[in-house]
């Protein structure tokens, strides 16, 4: 039967029972929506165009993005039917991806029906983009824009030429014999139609693709008054818990389905590593006293991980979420924070979140998440281990989940041993001003050491030692302290210095960069390159620039103040310098940290000849620190080297993105360290792009990553409360434009900073990079290669290969809309910039974890190999 036929079959039904009512009827019951809570499977595809000659792939006009012309896996057979299990799809409520590249559309959703025979009447709305099938319990009951038994890859019907934004609905009964009582299963297929050719538009560098063709634009299921159907469109009443995995992003909004079977929790790791997982608490009204608790996790074939390795954390609303996903004023925050302590109470903040798209209607509650994160030793053997969660609350019985933990055979190294670089930055005076503790006080350096042990579980290599005020990290003091005699002359406290760096080493780790910090934009040179910005920042830079470096300076009642001593230019500053910095080098010496010290900090303004100068002639071969748009160009600042180059882009130079089949690029092997600075990766980014923000950068042309915030924790609040400002880019003249820092990976926990749920991807994500970097240094290295054999090289190349393409799909808009959109799409160039919503949405439902744990085993595969051959890892 043709889409029409179907539609107007179900409408002259729906007609005849209208006719039969002598009296006005009531409002219909609506039991699903937009607002119900869905599971997702996306199938991504080239995007394809009519022609003459036929169905063709539209050339993008560029070979960025070769790596969207591989289609993705399609949801597995069989799919459609009740009893599939769909928990490691992606869980949201509806949401149109409005994307040329996806090809295939699986979406299921769940309703209760008391009786069937109580259930006649029930009618669906479908508005789409493309072409649709419908399946209650496994059954077909319509199709529209679609060839009957058309294959999943198979296109939907064309736009009309005249028409390509027509709208496409779909209308019916729903069998009330397909229903059973009991849960029932809502499925809904949607296939691309081809592109409209006025939806495909060459651009400069590239083609635009405007349109997406595959999607879902809205759903309502209606029941009449006193059918035995349950509404299921919102947030329900009651205590609910449920499943949420690793990478799915928690907000208020989020309710559980009623009629969804709480699974385990599944988290996958290697000997050595760590992963999480989590489930969520929610409800219409405040959450009091919860408190959850994990058992140890024991292997049916021998073995356990101790209770005392399993941690359990609850998440706090702290950041927004990327505006894609719940728009629209006072969009609703996202849970990131993990703080050891639970909520007292979960708060309803907003009982109506409104958003601007379609017919969603967010219903707020209080909402917990409860993470469950394994530290895995380093001995124990691979396999399943099991263990539970309780969850408890004084109104309720406890609420008991199974955890499983997937323990892989490869062992991780120690995070110090790291290979790629990674920079995340510490900020001691917004611990002091977030938690109200005097400045250097033992309570605020108890804080700092928390800050310090956090960042030392991803291997940070840097620590920034301020010489001067007014930094760019906006911190208001330096940390050597200049003491006026009364002749005159200066002498100096050293003892802040020494307690900081005694406290990177004992909870940090041995850094590789030590950056003194001592020139940043208000000095000389400030005013150089490229436009500073507004008319505030050239003239704060103009008035400091008269004076000089401000540094701390102490009087004999302890109290503190800000002085400016001559311009680094001025013969007598060289005087005054050259003792602290020899001191402090003696004082890095001692502990074993001369050869990492650097000067700092160089950014598109650079310090003049007569700057640098002033501090080569005390140590002629330290090298500076750098994080400019163009910092790769010279790798040098007038004829001194840079030590720590950072920078977003590599003009005339592709960094990221490359497919495999044109190329491979290993940032790992990078002489040096050159590392990436995405300048805009905001806290509200996606998940997905802080996971792989060390594996983009290994599969390009960077070391590493850098610049990136650590405790820059919210300071003060706004009008309503909220809370609001960073100490980064504090000062006018130091105000640094797109290269400020713009997100901080900690977040404000009750008794200090504390880890993140983007923080905790990060620790994943460098995991999963080095058990890559295992593999490719093997197969990059003859000898190594050879004891693998060439068949299991190819094999695990391919596996890696197609690894890449997913990194990119994951940080992906996945939109090649007007303008930079498209080349944002196709390009690696600037995937930090944008939320990669489809892409994460993607990703979600992948099957991550599976591919995950299949590199974890290969690299386990390759070390026993090559030990088993006696030939050293390269």
Known sequence: MSYRCVRCAALAVLAAC???????????????????????????MPAVVRTEAGLQTVDRGTQEGTWLEFPTPLPPEGWQRPEFDDSDWHRKMMMDPDSPFVGHLAMRTRFAVADPAQAEGLTLHVAYRGGIAVYVNGTEIARGHLAEHAAPDHPAEDYPADEPDQARELELAIPAALLRAGVNVLAIEAHRSPQPTAQVRPAEKFVEITAGTCGVTGVRLTAPPGAAAVPNATRPAGLQIWNSAPMQDDYECDYGDPNEP??????????????????????????????????????????????????????????????????????ALRFDALDDLPPVEAEVRRPNILPTWGERVAIGGAVVPVWVTVTVPAQVAAGRY???????LPSAEP?????????????????????????????????????????WSEEHFALIARSLALLGQVGARATYLPLIC??????????????????????????????????VLEHQGRPSVVCLYVWDTYLEGGLSGRHPGGEEVVQARQEQMQEGPLVSVVDAQGNVTKQALPRYSLPESRALWAPVLREVHRRLEARGLADAMMWGYATDHLPTPEVVEHFQSVFPHVRWVCCAHDAFKTMQIKHVPLGLAIGPYAWGQTMFGLD????????????????????????????????????????????????????????GTDRRGRAQGRLYGRFPETAWRMLNISAGVLGPGREGA??????????????????????????????????????????????LDGRTRNVYRAVSTLRAGTGSGARCCYSGESWWNWAPVIGSHWFASSGWQDETLRLYEAAAEVEARLSAANVAAP
Not at 26 to 31: D, F, V
Not at 484 to 500: F, K, N, P, V
Not at 786 to 793: K, P, Q, S
Request: aromatic share 8%; net charge neutral.
């Open 18 to 44: 209208a006719m039969g009512a002598a009296q006005p009827q009531a409002e219909p019951t609506t039991i699903l929506g937009t607002s119900s809570m869905w599971r997702f499977h996306y199938a991504l």
């Open 262 to 331: 709480l699974g385990p929790i599944r988290i996958v790791a290697p000997r050595g590593g760590v992963g999480s997982g989590k489930v969520v608490v929610g409800s219409k009204d405040p959450i009091s006293g919860l408190r959850a608790a994990a058992t140890g996790l024991v292997r049916n074939e021998g073995g356990e991980i101790p209770a005392s390795a399993v941690q359990v954390r609850y998440a706090l609303p702290t950041v927004a979420g990327p505006h894609d996903v719940y728009p629209g004023p006072g969009a």
């Open 386 to 392: 099991t263990g539970t969660l309780q969850v408890m």
């Open 399 to 439: 609420f008991t989940v199974p955890v499983h933990v997937d323990v892989c055979p490869w062992r991780v190294p120690d995070p110090a041993d790291y290979r790629m670089f990674v920079d995340v930055i510490q900020s001691p005076e917004s611990l002091a001003l977030h938690y109200d503790v005097p400045l």
């Open 470 to 503: 007014n930094t760019n990290l906006g911190n208001d003091e330096s940390m050597v302290r200049w003491v006026r005699q009364a002749d005159g002359t200066w002498t100096h406290d050293y003892s802040i210095l020494d307690r900081y760096l005694d406290l």
């Open 660 to 715: 495999p089949s044109l190329g491979r690029m290993h940032g790992w092997r990078s002489e040096g360290l050159v590392c990436h600075f995405g300048r805009r990766p905001w806290d509200s980014s996606c998940t997905t792009t802080y996971r792989f923000l060390a594996e983009m950068n290994a599969t390009g042309m960077r070391r590493g990553f850098a610049r990136l915030g650590g405790d820059f924790l919210t300071i």
């Open 754 to 799: 504390v880890s993140t749920a983007r923080f905790e991807v990060i620790r994943e994500g460098l995991q999963e990079c080095e058990a890559r970097i295992v593999i490719q240094e093997a197969l990059l290295d003859a000898r190594a290669r050879a004891v693998l054999g060439e068949d299991r090289a190819v094999r695990l190349q391919e596996f």
